[in-house]
Structures are given as C-alpha cells and as structure tokens.
C-alpha cells in the first residue's frame, strides 16, 4: 500500500534513518496525484484534484497556460489502489509535509552528507521530471485552506532549496508570480501567491550574512517592476466596498497577505540593502498605506498597517529587533525614511489621528466575542494607540534632525497639540487620566506597560527639545527671564519637557529604584541611550521648575483621599515617593533657587 509506504518513509526521514531504495522509488511515492481532464490539456485550467470532504475546486479560473504538468507516472496516476480507510487528502498532506521536512533535513549541517545528497536528488527528480512545482501551484487554489497552506510551504521550501543549491529561480514559480501580481485585480490565486513569496524572503532571511544579498537580489530582481506596479493596483484606490469590512473576503485575504509581504520586504531592507524599488516603495508611497488606515477596512487590516509602519520609523526588522539608528547612515534609507515622516506628518496636521476609530477589539482570546461580563465599551486598543503615537513622535523627531525651520516649529507645536487631543479623547475612560492635571504626564500614562516604546517615545520628545533649546541659544546668548518663563511654558503646555516627563515617569513607578535599575541593565530598550543624553543636573533650573510642577500636581492629587489613604498609581503602588526619593527632589528644587539667586 502507497501509504503505508509513505508513512514508513515519514518515520525513517523524521528519526534520520537513510533511504535504502532509489530514489525514483521515493519520487514516485512524493508525486502528487492530480487527475486530468480527457482533453490532456496541458493548462492548469484543466486540472482536477481528487475529491475531499473539505472541498477541493476545480481549477476552472485561473489563467496559467504557460505553467505546464504532464501525465503521472504509473505508480501515482491514482489513489485506486490505497486502503480505503485513508482518504486521499490525508495522503496529500503527508506527501507536503514529508517535501517540507526534507527541505529542512536536505539544509540541516547537523545531517550526514550521504542523506542530504540523497534527499538533493529526490528533489531534482520531483522537479525535473514530475514537475512537482506546477502541482503545488494549482494545489495553492484549493477551497481547503490546510491543503492550500501545506501546498504554499512546500512550494516556497522548494524554490529557495533551487535558489540555494542550483543559483536558479524556479521558472513555473516565476512566470506564476508574474503573471498573478500583473493580473491583479482579475486575476485569482493573489493571497496564495503573496504567502509564497513572503515565506521565501522570510527563509533567506534567516541564512547566514554572506549568502544572503545574492539569493535575495536572484529573487527579487525579477519581480521588482511587478511588485511596484501592484503596491499601487492594490492600494491605489477607494477601500468603501462591502468586500473589506470582514477579514475573511479575498479583497481582504489579498491586503492582508501583502502587508506581510511588505514587512518582509522591509526586513529584507534593513538587514540587506539592495537598489529595488519594491523595498523602497513603502517609504514612499506611504500615503497609500496612510489613506488605507483612515478607510473603511476591517480592523484588523487597519492594525497590521500602522504595526508596518511602526516598524518603520524605529526601523526595525523584527519585534525582538533594536531600533536601528545606525541604519540612517545609509543615505537612501535616510532620504526615504524622511519622505516617509513628511508624508506622516502632513495628514496628522490634517486631523488624520481623528478619523482613526480605536474602540473595536481585534481579536479575543478563544474566539471572537468579549467573555461574559467584560465590558470593553469605550475602551481603546491600547496597542494601536501606542503604536500610532509612536509613529507620529518619530517622525517629528527625524524631521527635527533633519532641519528645524520657523514654519517647521509651528508644525511641530500643532503635531503635538493634534496628538494631545487625541491621547485625551482615548484614554478618558481611563481611572488613571481623571487625575492628570499636567500635559507632559500623558506620556508615562500612555506607554507605562510598554517599556521599549515608552524609552523610543521619551527619546524622541528629548531630542526635540534639546534640538529647539539648541535653536534658541543661537538665536540669542542671552536670554531675558521673561523668555526663559515663555520657553518652559510652551514646553509643558505641549507635553514635551523632558525634565518633567522623566519625574512623571518615576512616579508612575513609586520612585522605585530597583526598576530603574532593570531599565539599566535590559537590552531591551534604549533607557541607557536616553540617561546618557538626558543629564538632570545640566540644566538645574529647568529641573527645579518639573519639580515644583509635580509637587503641586500631588498637593491637588492628595486633596482626594480613598478611605484615609493615599490614590493608587497604575500599578497599584501608592504615588507617594519614599523619603530617599523625596530628599532627592526637595534637593534639586534648592538647587535650582540656588542657582537662580542674585549671589550665585
């Protein structure tokens, strides 16, 4: 029996045992059956897959002439001979994951050379003579989403296997590829054609550093023109229909599908610098991804675009990556990442944050409604918020270092002021907002259970201001009272005073100093990058003056009492400070007047 046969070969390739017999023997048992129509017609259009219970269409409606698949061989030209008790999909999906896992085995050093080459030369049979790789292709439109899933892993391990250990790209692959992306939007099969893509790119990512850029550039130097050419077909157009309100439409699997392949593009960007145009695309053209957010999409379409372009700003790859900054050195990173935050901040100035709703809940543990007694009414997806102030202080910041122009502050001061009044209109039903009486508080309150986003959102007011205080200076040496007065009022009327902003944040975690300590020593964020140019003492005046705002702020705060005690922090902590933290304030506050006094 066939799959018996299968499922030996399965133990033995899982267990690392060689393959005895030839390996036309193990081609034959790995050749898909797809059943033909009477015609013999060498077109995709003409193929049938055996019947299953999970539904497996026909292949009626999909354009793939050039992609031809020939007759099967007399051992799997049909499943007549199988024990009936297995059904003919079960043996599809074995066959696809035993073609996966030799991929993996054929790359594995950890593997004896013997067994890798013998699984190399079942590879070269399956595509070289039963064209396994046109079978996987017509597999990808299959109504199973299992089969279909299986089918574009398989797919993608067997073009990179041939891109690796030949140097080639898969001609059926290729011309598929084209053909689909140029097609859209008539043609089908475009989410399928995405995953694959994607998986690929994903995989060469994952190799060493001095193979990477050539199996890349093999890759993408084909497809450059046509991926450009979609990202508008795709985006460039009004996103009302019916059709993307639910996230399990085609028009919604397609965008879907290709916001990871445009993460993966942006990965392949960051880690490996190549002159394509479709890694430069997102950056700009953004204000498609821009108009896309602010549609009538489905939520969760809406989420994974503004989590792409967070990426972006802090150019990161991945999320367990660093922020890149070493990355602008690259001057066409730079040009475009400055293209990209002029796009940004042109329509936040627009009042774009306000056509964003936040409410809706993308997705629930275990299923798609709210537990039974959650109330999530009014309550704002905290991540996406996160991530859309995020996006908006990296690019103020970057358009800061950049140049800082007259006009340029007045931007910057209505950015702020647009992101002020979204922050309040979000977290008002929030306990912990009802208390905030201070502009710079809203960022430690925003970002307090994000660590590494609340150090990127913190560094980027910093620089600012050092930035606008910069300016100021050398504008005039000397600076009057009055205009010192007027400066440290606009900086905390716009929520940006780094002095303040960084108390806030010390007493959002009770003045704890075994946390600061932990931001010391993380990798994670870049809190030691941010002390490094954020020096308290330097400018003791205008730390005098943060504290004196944050004292006042708890002498309105403890007027309110919660049975004799003092109001919880958000993590539940009293916001009073231990008296080692409150001797340290009441020190820079004299400090400070000494400073300021006529005998100094």
């Known amino acids: ?51 299953t219970n999970g539904g497996i ?53 950890e593997i004896e050379f013997n067994m890798r080459q013998k699984y190399c030369e079942i590879f070269v049979l399956l595509l070289k003579e039963a064209k396994i790789d046109s079978k996987l292709i017509c597999l990808l439109s299959s109504y199973d989403q299992l089969l279909s899933h299986m089918a574009s892993k398989s797919l993608a391990s067997l073009v990179y296997f041939q891109l690796k250990e030949e140097n080639a790209l898969n001609v059926s692959w290729l011309t598929f590829s084209v053909k689909t992306l140029s097609g859209f939007p008539v043609s089908t099969q475009v989410a399928e054609c995405l995953w694959t893509l994607t998986t690929i790119i994903k995989d060469i990512l994952k190799e060493k550093a001095s193979l990477k850029a ?34 399990y439409s085609e028009a919604a ?69 660093k922020s890149g900054s070493l990355f602008l050195q690259t001057p066409s990173l730079y040009e475009d990442t400055l293209a990209l935050s002029n796009a940004v901040l042109q329509v936040v100035n627009l009042t774009w944050l306000n056509h ?53 502050i007045k931007d910057f001061q209505s950015s702020m002021s647009q992101l002020l009044i979204f922050w309040r209109s979000h977290l008002k039903s929030f306990p912990q907002s009802r208390s905030v009486v201070h502009h710079c508080e809203w960022l430690s309150l925003i970002f307090i259970e994000q660590d590494d986003d609340m150090w990127e959102a913190a560094k980027a ?11 100021r200076y050398d504008a005039a040496s000397n600076l009057s009272q009055k205009e010192e007065e007027s400066w440290n009022f606009l ?29 010391l020593i993380s990798s994670e964020t870049c809190f030691l990058e941010y002390l490094d140019l954020h020096d308290l003492r330097r400018d003791k005046n205008a730390t005098a003056t943060a504290v004196s705002h944050l004292r006042a702020k708890r002498a309105e705060r403890e007027t309110v009492k919660c049975s004799g005690h003092c109001c919880p922090s958000v993590f539940g902590r009293t916001s009073s400070p231990s008296g080692c933290s409150r001797n340290l304030m009441m020190k820079i506050e004299a400090e400070g007047r000494q400073e300021n006094s006529p005998t100094t």
């Open 491 to 519: 900086t905390h009327a716009s929520g940006y005073n780094p002095h303040c902003i960084f108390l806030f944040f010390l007493e959002k975690i009770a003045f704890d100093s075994t946390v600061l300590l932990d931001f």
């Open 253 to 321: 699997n397609n965008l879907i599908g290709f916001i990871d392949l445009l993460e993966a593009l942006l990965a392949s960007r960051i880690e490996l610098e190549l002159p394509l145009g479709c890694q430069r695309v997102l950056f700009l053209k953004v204000s498609y991804v821009l108009n896309l957010i602010s549609s009538s999409v489905h939520y969760l379409i809406k989420k994974k675009s503004i989590m792409l372009l967070k990426k972006c700003v802090l150019y990161k790859s991945r999320e367990d990556a």
């Open 57 to 109: 269409r026909s292949q009626q409606d999909t354009d793939m002439s050039d992609v031809v698949v020939p007759t099967t061989d007399d051992v799997s030209n049909s499943f007549a001979n199988m024990n009936s008790s297995f059904h003919p999909r079960e043996v599809m999906l074995l066959q696809l994951t035993l073609i996966k896992m030799m991929v993996a085995k054929a790359e594995s050093q």
């Open 461 to 471: 007011l910093l620089l600012i201001y050092l930035q606008l205080n910069r300016l």
């Open 356 to 408: 964003i709703p936040l409410s809706e809940k993308a997705s629930y543990f275990g299923g798609s409604e709210a537990a039974p007694g959650d109330d999530t009414r009014g309550v704002s997806d905290q991540t996406v918020l996160r991530a859309l102030s995020l996006i908006v202080l990296k690019a103020l910041e970057f358009k800061f270092q950049n140049s800082a122009t007259e006009a340029e």
């Open 214 to 247: 050539g199996i890349l550039k093999k890759l993408l130097a084909p497809l450059d023109a046509v991926l450009e050419g979609f990202y508008n077909s795709i985006l460039f157009h009004h996103f009302d229909s019916h059709h993307y309100t639910s996230p």
């Open 1 to 51: 029996m066939k799959i018996s046969l299968l499922q030996q070969m399965y133990k033995d390739v899982l267990v690392g045992i060689p393959l005895a017999k030839k390996s036309h023997h193990y081609t034959s048992l790995l050749n898909l059956c797809v059943e033909q129509s009477p015609e013999r017609d060498e077109s995709c259009n003409q193929m049938h897959l055996p019947s």
